[in-house]
């Protein structure tokens, strides 16, 4: 009798110890997922790539280890795994493999050689892992160098789930939090790009797809700031696009055509892709292999004082060589004319801290002005800055500057009289509309590809219901 209590009393206390170990484990925060393509190869009708993975999670204080699996959709488990216990080498046998982050709470997180609750699972081979700090306890893991080999050729988009689940024992035989089911995919879409070395420096951004439909999607441009080469909340936003269509494969690519961008001009470029109804994003880095451009213009503004006067600000983050600048207007069909030469205030024309900076011109024009800063090297040297507007006595907000118009390579850019809130609608010769965008709230637009024709661009102001159309012609 007392040996039957005594077994009885053992079983009820390591089911409570499995129930307790069930309930402690909850669900992860896992957020954010990007991936970027690093390479892509077919060999014996597989598809060997290389990525890195990158997710925001909030960690428990007391982790010491990270884990995630990978399957292709076809092969992961059905019914998902509980996470009651870790994963045991049979439950992994179909998985492409597993990473393992030891640390994750430290300042320098490793990646482990081995999975610690089943050594013979197959680890898959990664050059690093980057961790920066996104929120409180929220932290953006990156895996750099991921590399997969995927059952189908790279021509066959192949969709991953992954399970990530975080331990507190340090033999990693425990799960504080799981999270199941988190799709990317590896090699679709293909994004790439290109930076041009122009004055103002440009980039162009080609997106194509490995599906047999067209998709809609939208993308945003950061600089790539420190922590350098990985994409976080540090980096600001060089350009967000509208939606834009990416073709079915086989019909083509998307490309945005160049885009001028003045901030951060010397920096590389991220690119994020985020297709409509997906869970995750794309990403890719353009290199920036141009010569460092003499300053870096974080922001010129152009802003009516009172019936004589306009106030014009701007901004550098950094100026080489720098003499100074030449401030240029033009009003109505005139020439760029000197207003005034501003010298630098860095010292020796070098700096490498924001200056900022402003003058009052006299301006009473009744028509819209438009100014732009003309750089001057100490040899002489020049570079324009984009160009701004400012509306006259008589104009209204919506007046707009088009340029080039007409356009030679389907690129034309936007610039309004003010950052007011506006409405665009653009539309072909037919009537068809070609792209809508609402709630405008800077004064510059681009409109990138437009095929050779004659288009109308009608601009709103909400709160006044006031339009005005303009004809734009793509040679």
């Known amino acids: ?37 690093n390479s892509a190869s077919t060999s014996g009708g597989t598809c060997q790539v290389n990525i890195d993975l990158s997710w ?65 699972v197959t680890i898959l081979p ?14 953006r893991f990156t895996i750099k160098g991921i590399q997969i080999v995927l059952p189908n050729a790279c021509n066959v988009s192949t969709t991953i789930k992954a399970d990530i689940w975080s331990s507190n024992s340090a033999s990693d035989n425990g799960v504080q939090c799981f999270t199941t089911g988190n799709s990317f995919v590896a090699n679709d879409p293909v994004v790439n790009g290109t930076i041009l070395c122009n004055t103002p420096r440009q980039f162009v951004v080609n997106i194509s797809s490995l599906t047999n439909f067209s998709q809609q999607a939208t993308y945003t441009v950061y600089s790539d700031l420190f922590p350098f080469g990985t994409l976080d ?106 207003v005034a030469f501003i010298p630098s205030a860095a010292r020796n024309g070098n700096s490498n801290s924001n200056i900022s900076y402003q003058y009052l011109d006299q301006n009473n024009s009744s028509e819209t ?25 008589a104009a209204s907000g919506l007046d707009v500057t088009l340029y080039p118009n007409p356009s030679p390579d389907g690129n034309v850019t936007v610039v309004f009289s003010n950052s007011d809130r506006k ?32 288009y109308f661009l009608k601009i709103t102001q909400p709160s006044t219901g006031e339009s005005k159309t303009e004809k734009i012609m793509v040679r």
């Open 126 to 139: 990664a050059s690093g892992v980057q961790k920066v700090v996104v929120g409180s306890g929220a932290y």
């Open 1 to 37: 009798m007392k040996s039957f209590l005594l077994s009885t009393s053992i079983a009820c206390t390591l089911l409570i110890a499995a129930g307790l170990q069930q309930l402690q484990a909850q669900a992860c925060s896992v957020s954010n997922i990007t991936v970027k393509l």
């Open 369 to 393: 002005t438009q100014y732009r800063l003309a750089q001057t090297d100490f040899d002489g040297r020049q570079s324009f800055s984009p160009i701004v507007l400012v509306r006259g006595l």
């Open 56 to 120: 925001d999670q909030t960690n428990n204080n007391g982790n010491k280890f990270t884990n995630v699996h990978l399957w292709t959709t076809g092969a992961y488990p059905n019914p998902a795994l509980t996470y009651s216990n870790p994963p045991t080498a049979g439950q992994l046998t179909n998985a492409l493999g597993t990473i393992v982050i030891n640390n994750p709470t430290s300042a320098n997180p490793g990646l482990n050689a081995n999975y610690p609750p089943a050594t013979s």
């Open 423 to 454: 409405d665009i609608q653009l539309t072909d010769g037919n009537g068809r509309i070609i792209k809508m965008q609402a709630g405008i709230s800077t004064n510059r637009y681009m409109l990138n590809g437009l095929r050779t024709g004659l």
């Open 233 to 338: 909340a540090s980096d600001p936003v060089v350009y967000t696009s509208g939606t834009i269509t990416i073709p079915a494969s086989g019909s083509g690519t998307y490309s945005s055509g160049p885009v001028s961008f003045t901030s951060n001009s010397n920096s590389n470029l991220w690119v994020r892709v985020q297709i409509t109804g997906n869970s995750f994003s794309t990403t890719a880095l353009l290199t920036n292999t141009c010569a460092p451009l003499p300053i870096t213009l974080l922001s010129f503004t152009a802003q009516r004082q009172n019936n004589s006067g306009v106030l014009l600000k701007w901004e550098t983050s950094s100026e080489q060589n720098n003499s100074g600048f030449d401030l240029q207007r033009k009003t109505g069909n005139g020439s760029f004319t000197s």
